[in-house]
């Protein structure tokens, strides 16, 4: 790999753009716990995160089901004819 002019190690510039974007907008408890380089510490976060995304097992307290609708349950139909509205 090779260091960017923005010093960016091998990253296209989509990926850049992901982490900055990521880094402005650290949570409030993102941001408590403190960094030095909130880009650094937003590359972390998008880099556990796609972990976890992709490997299922990095995370066993957690589990990402991938479905498409054909393989979802169907809604049961409703008694009453006429459609939902959100509440007041």
């Known amino acids: ?6 010093g960016a190690m ?6 850049r753009e992901r982490i900055e974007a990521r880094a402005e907008h650290l949570l409030p408890e993102e941001r408590s716990a403190g960094s030095d380089d909130p880009r650094a510490q937003a590359e972390a976060i998008l880099a556990e995160s796609d972990t ?8 066993p307290d957690t589990h990402l089901e991938r479905r498409t609708a054909d393989e979802t349950v ?3 139909p409703s ?4 459609p939902l509205e959100p509440p007041d």
């Open 1 to 6: 790999m090779s260091r960017n002019g923005d």
């Open 79 to 82: 008694a009453d004819p006429r």
């Open 10 to 15: 091998g990253l296209d510039s989509e990926e």
């Open 52 to 59: 976890r995304e992709y490997v299922p097992d990095a995370a």
């Open 74 to 76: 169907p809604p049961e």
